[in-house]
């Protein structure tokens, strides 16, 4: 493919940082090397010197003298070397990436710092974005500074339609004005499983029709799945990656909901052209992910390998999709005829409408607190955050089951008291 129209000018103006480059050099020297060319701190003058992290299982990871040095010290932008070896053998495993163009990875702090620095790669102030709505709010928060032309698509419980996104496409205003600066849609951004607030997984079919679409109208995917192992059943469906013979999918993965939100590690997966512009932007931004990190997630690699990493992965579901249990059943018991709701395929969240209140956010933020409750008012999750929303996320990861049950029956307290004010 040809990324050129993709790109902002901002982006196809980076270049590499010269220390950056000398940085990567250092990591993989001969260790006679006589290095005098970069300003790199001497490990000796560290006070860290030895670090032991014990692990749920009862053993331990320690990081010796030397190991320490490296987990302190500046790696390479794209990651430290032998989490990226482990990484691109997790992605060859799970998703065979079937693109004939050169696919790389790198490393991020956070998934949602590689999605931030792709935006800033491929949208331009004013450009048109299309997206599933409900979107989260994170990556709303990202696009509203560049004053978007929204394309909100539809979805159900199955996920994005993809009639609406082809109407969306077919549609669109200023698609036939003939304006020289008139740039049709480039991106579709997706979540595709336990989508954050709705907690819809795209159907299998349903992806196939959607990289079609993709093909037609020369798009780029954006696949953001911080929930991919968190998809409750037995079978997992197809990544985008997985499906991408063009090299039009740039995936964003995270270590967040599985091993730990604090390690701030997340990584980019996609056309070694596209995914260079975001090394690149690291490069002269936070250089890279925390070492300190990317060491111990190493380490553990060593020591699980994939099948040791995928049996984590399923006990953490497993965990999650009982609480989505928990989470129903007190809905059932509490909101029954006040709110309506689909089951969670995945994810952490209940994405609830309330059948008699018009907006929730007052209710939510105003009035629920003094009653020891909080979700987030659907609004959030809205293109339009002046638009008013009868629906409410509320995420079943912390609360024990008697808290859910508590907590629903305070929020359909409160839902009464909100629809006897509005009468007033």
């Known amino acids: 493919m040809n990324y ?19 940085t990567k050099l250092l990591v993989s020297a001969s260790p006679d090397l006589i290095f005098l060319a970069g300003g790199v701190p001497n490990p000796e003058l560290f006070p860290f010197k030895s670090l032991s992290v014990s692990l749920d299982d ?22 430290y070397p032998n989490l990226v070896k482990h990484l691109k053998e997790l992605q060859k495993y799970l998703h065979e990436p079937p693109s004939t163009t050169d696919w790389e990875i790198v490393v991020t702090n956070g998934s949602q710092d590689g999605l931030c620095k792709a935006m800033e790669m491929l949208v331009d102030h004013g450009d ?14 990202i696009l509203h500074p560049y004053k978007p032309k929204w ?6 419980k199955d996920g994005l339609i993809p009639s609406s996104l082809k109407r969306a496409l077919d549609n669109y205003k200023g698609k036939d004005t003939g304006s020289p600066i008139e ?57 985008f990656l997985s499906l991408d013979t063009d090299g039009r999918v740039l995936r964003f993965d995270s270590f967040s909901k599985i091993l730990s939100s604090g390690l701030r590690l997340g990584f980019v997966t996609g056309p070694k052209e596209l995914v260079e512009r975001i090394n690149l932007h690291m490069q002269v931004s936070v250089l890279h992910a925390s070492t300190l990190s990317q060491v ?13 990493f995928l049996s984590h992965s399923s006990k953490v579901s497993t965990f999650y999709e009982k609480q989505r249990d928990h989470m129903a059943a007190a809905a ?89 004010l509005q009468r007033k």
């Open 4 to 22: 050129s129209r993709f790109l902002t000018l901002l982006a196809l103006s980076r270049k590499p940082s010269p220390i950056r480059e000398l």
């Open 58 to 79: 009862g053993s331990e990871i320690q990081l010796n003298s030397n190991d320490i040095k490296s987990a302190l010290q500046y790696t390479e932008t794209r990651g």
């Open 128 to 141: 048109y974005v299309l997206l599933e709505e409900p979107c989260y709010a994170g990556t709303l928060s």
């Open 151 to 156: 394309l909100p698509l539809s979805g159900d």
């Open 183 to 239: 740039k049709g849609p480039k991106i579709l951004y997706l979540n595709p499983n336990g989508a954050n607030p709705t907690g819809t997984s795209i159907s299998t079919p349903r992806r196939y029709e959607i990289y079609k679409l993709a093909q037609k109208y020369d798009l780029l995917i954006l696949e953001d799945d911080p929930y991919y192992f968190l998809q409750f059943g037995e079978e997992k469906s197809p990544s």
């Open 296 to 308: 111990l997630v190493s380490q553990l690699f060593d020591r699980w390998k994939i099948d040791g």
């Open 332 to 420: 059932e018991k509490h909101l029954k005829g006040l709110v309506e709701w689909h089951m969670p395929s995945g994810g952490m969240f209940l994405w609830m409408k309330c059948l008699h209140v018009e907006d929730t956010k007052a209710m939510i933020m105003e009035r629920a607190l003094p009653k020891d409750i909080i979700l987030l008012p659907g609004q959030a999750f809205m293109t339009d955050p002046n638009k008013a929303s009868p629906f409410m996320r509320a995420a079943f990861s912390l609360a024990t089951p008697e808290k859910m049950d508590i907590g629903f029956a305070k929020l359909a307290e409160l839902i009464r008291e909100e629809i006897q």
